[in-house]
């Protein structure tokens, strides 16, 4: 990644020495394979799970999140997460709210606009930052969850829910969704980019091929993902240009994971490439 490639990290409000994954060890288990990445269709939105609304306020912007059951929607009893099969999509991590909240003051004090980017939240969930994008009036916002089942059963409730109450015609913003894992989903996302070589030909032909701005709320609790994210970022984000906005805990004790170690880590990899270049 480019070294001038832009990082905004924001500590969530509850920067607590826990955050409910004490079913996790320091070791972490060998983990299924990863679900075939998908697109999932704003059409294919469930019909037979309970889906229901209540407002949330996010210092004067008023939100809508939905709830539905991991009972009722993936046969587990609820839990943050289950490794490898349910990545904690359902729950509403205090971090997204977070993020919202961020951004906009990002806005507000002149640093960030969404106006006619390409937007790309990962582990999405309910999807606020991605809806307060498209509320900004972002040209198109991707929305991505490990599961395809929390993108049918909420995430897209979530989104036409809400940019139905908010949004204005004028500044509706295309908006697709994608299920899979972090190492396979660049497959399908539109603005990703596999090669250095596409980079090299979209630049000569003065076509963006990636993503302006990233979103992502509580997704570097664990170590052994991390890699792959990294690696995601680098496919997808516009260069030199883009940034990313994270939030999240310092430390999420008994999995290892946090700010803190996943900025070590993008130092490391920055240093190695000054050195190899």
């Known amino acids: 990644m480019a070294t001038n490639t832009s990082f905004q990290l924001f500590s969530s409000s509850n920067d607590k020495p826990n955050l409910g994954l004490g079913f996790l060890e320091s070791s972490e288990p060998q983990l299924p394979p990863p679900p075939p990445p998908v697109e999932v269709l704003s059409s294919e939105v469930s019909s037979s799970v309970k889906y ?49 909240k961020a951004l906009r003051s990002e806005i507000q004090n002149g640093c960030l606009s969404f106006e006619g980017k390409r937007v790309l939240e990962l582990g999405c969930g309910h999807g606020l930052p991605g809806i307060f994008a498209c509320l900004e009036s972002a040209a198109e ?53 596999e090669s250095e070589i596409n980079l090299t030909s979209s630049s000569e032909h003065g076509q963006a091929s990636a993503y302006d701005v990233i979103l992502m709320a509580e997704t570097i609790y664990s170590i052994s993902v991390q890699r792959n994210l990294y690696g995601l970022i680098k496919k997808c984000m516009n260069q030199p240009n883009g940034v990313v906005y994270l939030a999240g805990k310092k430390h999420y004790f008994g999995v290892g994971g946090g700010t803190r170690q996943f900025l070590s880590m993008l130092e490391k990899e920055v240093h190695n490439t000054v050195v190899k270049a």
Do not use: M
């Open 52 to 100: 229901t609304v209540e407002p949330v306020n996010l210092d004067g912007l008023t939100l809508l999140k939905g709830r539905v059951s991991t009972k009722e929607v993936l046969g587990l009893p609820d839990s943050d997460l289950v490794p490898g099969i349910y990545e904690g999509g359902l729950k509403l991590w205090e971090g997204s709210l977070d993020l919202v």
């Open 141 to 193: 916002v991707h929305f991505q969850d490990f599961n395809a089942e929390v993108l049918r059963c909420l995430t897209i409730p979530n989104v036409n829910a809400n940019l139905l109450e908010k949004a204005k015609p004028e500044t509706v913003s295309e908006v697709r969704f994608f299920a899979g894992d972090w190492g396979a989903i660049h497959q399908l996302l539109p603005h990703a980019r």
